[in-house]
């Protein structure tokens, strides 16, 4: 269906106008990130196509969420300009992370640089963050979460009261201390421990209530905040929000969810019983330029997350609804969140690449822990297409009930 000649998009309405509640998840992985990216321009390039070359992914998606790297990728989508539509199309995400990565995470060559980079992690922060912060104000100005396009879902994690602290749309509606600066939540949920210093805000709401904020990255939660973001829609379907009736609890067969990984090094196997019987504080924090502590949250979360819904999903008989999309086959440096330098970006590109090109998976926790084929699943690039014909028909099932209204409207005060 074609839009109104010279109408501006219309935003994503509430579920209860549509067949699907729409969700994207972007899992964090700092430099990776760009293989995220290449995948969501694959996606909107392709809604591009059939709804013309205004279209972006915040006007199909309910809700987008992100932690970390996924997080500010999840606000470039979702925040204002000017002119109200959405700061960053798909496709110029890839190229912010080009261009940016190399100076927010600065790298020192030579065995002197490696030396360098073991004593400041030992004594503080591995970088400053200065220039990512000032990056991130920079593009988000003054815009607060209840500003965003679509309903969002950031996770970070309070270091002060110990819980999980979730930026959401939703949430900032019934708990106004919640409607923080975008920027405030984007510097939060990215801020690894070892990599990045811990992030530090006040925010008060209308009444005068000011709420103290002491965060670090989301990923310490929820690295995959696929099932974060479920979970905000399925707590407005349990209060009753009328924007979800008549959509119950466990409606799975209503929710389509595209969840998108940054890369694991899983068939590596990089560490193992042997070596971490020996590792003290220390070795957990630093081993062969990694961080296994790190990396074995984030992945356990992460994993963890993929197997609820894939099981949940399969059990009401919806598995079609969810589409995990994750290259687990890593190796090297291409598993480092933090090497930006031109050569491995450029690698982080192509593995983004391939990864369209690769057969739809369902990770086998019982046997291998890897990702297998799912028969008759095609590519990934396939699946994209078919979820994004799923989501443009429900949304122009929308448009077409306004289109209606308005003629109508125009009609009676016509006569």
């Not at 670090?216 to 209060?239: E, S, W, Y």
């Not at 993929?306 to 999309?325: G, K, T, W």
Request: some cysteine.
């Amino acid at each position: 269906m074609e839009r109104i000649p010279s109408s501006p998009l219309l935003p994503i309405q509430p579920p209860t106008y549509g067949n699907l509640i729409t969700i994207l998840s972007i899992d964090g992985g700092g430099i990776r990130g760009i293989v995220p990216a290449i995948i969501l321009a694959y996606l909107e390039a392709q809604l591009q196509e059939l709804d013309g070359e205004d279209a972006r992914l915040a006007d199909y998606f309910d809700v987008i969420a992100g932690t970390s790297t996924g997080g500010l990728i999840t606000a470039m989508l979702t925040a204002p300009n000017e002119e109200n539509r959405p700061l960053f199309a798909a496709k110029d995400i890839k190229l912010f992370y080009l261009e940016h990565c190399s100076n927010i995470f600065p790298q020192k060559r030579g065995i002197c640089g490696s030396i360098w980079n073991i004593f400041k992690s030992l004594i503080g922060p591995k970088y400053d963050g200065k220039y990512l912060h000032q990056q991130i104000k920079e593009k988000l100005g003054e815009v607060r979460l209840h500003g965003a396009l679509t309903n969002i879902v950031i996770p970070s994690f309070d270091i002060k009261r110990l819980q999980p602290t979730i930026f959401s749309s939703y949430e900032a509606k019934k708990f106004p201390c919640l409607n923080a600066k975008l920027s405030d939540i984007c510097i939060s949920t990215s801020a690894a421990p070892t990599y990045l210093p811990a992030h530090y805000f006040k925010n008060q709401d209308p009444d005068g209530n000011v709420k103290e904020f002491h965060l670090v990255d989301g990923g310490v939660a929820a690295n995959n905040p696929a099932l974060v973001a479920i979970t905000q829609v399925t707590k407005q379907i349990l209060d009753e929000n009328p924007d979800f009736f008549p959509i119950k609890p466990m409606d799975y067969g209503r929710f389509l969810v595209i969840s998108i990984g940054t890369g694991t090094p899983k068939v590596e196997q990089k560490y193992n019983a042997k070596m971490a019987a020996k590792w003290g504080t220390l070795g957990w924090l630093l081993h062969g330029g990694s961080v296994p502590l790190v990396d074995v949250f984030t992945q356990a979360s992460a994993d963890m997350i993929d197997f609820h819904i894939s099981v949940a999903f399969q059990a009401l008989h919806s598995e079609a609804n969810y589409l995990r999309i994750q290259e687990d086959t890593l190796t090297g440096r291409d598993s480092s969140v933090d090497i930006a330098t031109k050569e491995q970006l450029d690698r982080l590109v192509l593995i983004g690449e391939k990864l369209l090109m690769k057969p739809v998976s369902r990770v086998d926790y019982l046997e291998t822990g890897l990702s297998e084929p799912v028969e008759n699943g095609g590519t990934n690039a396939e699946a994209l297409r078919k979820y994004e014909n799923q989501t443009l028909i429900d949304t122009n099932l929308f448009n077409i009930y306004i289109y209606i209204y308005i003629y109508i409207y125009i009609y009676m005060n016509q006569n």
